[in-house]
């Protein structure tokens, strides 16, 4: 028998199960629980993003959007609620999208003033909410919101190409704000409904309702 494999060299005990000789049972329980150690390892490395879909904003380093470092749960994705402005928010800096970004959810303000600046394209796969005092500032880009939006604070536009795309199904566009879109669209099998006055200075295009 090759004794150089101590943990493929086994032998039946009564119960069933196949162990090593007397000798050579500690490597192989040693392995055994190193692999268990590797497997709970990976699991805890996975468990933030599937425990906590959302991040918030801390803004310690930079504005820089795509920096894990300022959030407290990385950088959000599609399935990740982004919160800017809550009690997390202890840095200097206000965030500012330079790089296409998507979120599940977007809440901008809570217990700090606060304001986004989207300079690319950003799609938020729910609903978007700007709190009282608070601002999100569009520059020439594309905004997509598959949810409701919720305007209580501030958002302004800053080109004439900035533009505004509805594209989810059953939406509606409300808060105690007048929001002034540069470009509208609603995209194709998209109700929208007006809870609230709005204004569109440039392109306003229908394929929906």
């Known amino acids: 028998m090759n004794t150089s494999l101590p943990y493929i060299y086994l032998f039946k005990k009564m119960d069933g199960q196949h162990l090593p000789p007397r000798g050579q049972r500690y490597i192989w329980m040693t392995c055994k629980r190193l692999a268990c150690r590797k497997r709970l390892l990976l699991l805890l490395l996975l468990l933030p993003a599937a425990l906590h879909a959302q991040t918030s904003w801390r803004g310690l380093i930079s504005s820089s959007w795509w920096d894990p470092i300022n959030w407290t749960n990385g950088v959000p994705g599609a399935s990740v609620d982004a919160i800017i402005g809550d009690a997390s928010f202890i840095g200097l800096f206000q965030p500012n999208i330079t790089t296409t970004s998507s979120c599940k959810s977007l809440i901008i303000g809570g217990s700090r003033i606060s304001t986004l600046t989207v300079s690319k394209g950003l799609t938020i796969g729910g609903n978007v909410t700007i709190n009282s005092g608070n601002t999100l500032s569009q520059k020439g880009a594309t905004l997509t919101v598959k949810g409701n939006w919720t305007n209580n604070g501030t958002y302004t536009t ?32 998209s109700t929208v409904t007006l809870n609230v006055n709005m204004t569109v200075s440039g392109t306003f295009s229908v394929s929906g309702t």
Do not use: C, E, N
Not at 159 to 177: E, H, L, M, P
């Open 158 to 189: 800053t080109s004439t190409s900035a533009k505004a795309t509805f594209s989810g199904t059953a939406q509606t566009i409300a808060g105690s704000s007048i929001t002034g879109f540069r470009q509208l669209t609603i995209g194709a099998g």
